[in-house]
């Protein structure tokens, strides 16, 4: 396979990845917001809320999600991958607040989030087994 | 409650992946293949820490369904990274790895951000 295709294919797995994570999570605070009952201690009610659209939805995302990983890992390095995935926790903080939830992003949580974000990358950034050589990428 | 949920969650996450990790390293290198996921399905069934681990994993789940029920999604999510932190830190401790300054450094990031969310 040419070197641009793989590229133009990882990038785009990881898209979809990022947008399935982020609309799943977006999916599931909205089903648990509207649910009507608190999720709390009783499996019932977990079992219950399966059955809400919104919820299933964002459950079934995050499945697709995982699997779509799992694809991205055959294509590209784990190193590679773990550190775009931190991305993730920034488009959290865009969606809640550009999406219906609405919600007040102060000043100070676009901080927490941007270290967040700098932090984890960083963490997924280093090397997978130690003792073995750290890539100069 | 929003942080007790925080609290349940980052201990499921961290826990499940001490455990995974723990088992994997006693079971040897493992390839991802057609065959290698069958292979690995049943390795999950056969060890036990791995069962333990998806249990962790769903008491995970469940707790961020119950924290972001009530927390801001652009709180709930980024906090779930505070896992990181605990994972550097028992990773150090039960696995015995070698913890890189980089390692240390973004989960001191991580820490800071997770300290800002929660002010």
């Known amino acids: 396979m040419p070197f641009s295709t793989k590229t133009t294919r990882t990038y785009s797995l990881l898209a979809i990845f990022l947008a399935l994570r982020a609309f799943g999570n977006l999916s599931l605070a909205w089903g648990t917001k509207h649910l009507g009952e608190t999720l709390a201690a009783d499996p019932r009610v977990y079992i219950r809320s399966m059955a809400a659209p919104y919820i299933a939805a964002g459950i079934a995302m995050l499945i697709l999600a995982l699997l779509v990983r799992l694809a991205l890992l055959s294509l590209a390095d784990l190193s590679f991958i773990l550190p775009m995935t931190a991305i993730g926790y920034v488009l959290a903080a865009l969606l809640g607040k550009f999406s219906p939830l609405h919600e007040t992003v102060s000043p100070r949580r676009w901080l927490a989030v941007a270290l967040i974000f700098a932090g984890a990358a960083l963490v997924s950034s280093t090397p997978q087994a130690t003792g073995r050589i750290e890539g100069a990428k | ?119």
């Open chain 2, 1 to 119: 409650m929003t942080w007790v949920l925080l609290i349940i969650m980052v201990a499921a996450t961290a826990a499940s992946d001490l455990l995974q990790s723990f088992e994997m390293k006693r079971a040897g290198e493992q390839s991802v293949g057609a065959r290698g996921v069958a292979r690995l399905l049943r390795m999950i069934v056969e060890r036990r820490y791995l069962l333990l681990s998806i249990v962790c994993l769903a008491f995970s789940f469940f707790a961020f369904m119950a924290l972001v029920q009530s927390a801001p999604l652009s709180f709930a999510v980024p906090a779930s990274a505070s896992s990181f932190i605990l994972e550097t830190v028992l990773a150090k401790i039960l696995l015995k790895e070698q913890i890189g300054v980089r390692r240390a450094a973004g989960s001191f990031l991580v820490l800071c951000g997770v300290v800002l969310l929660g002010r």
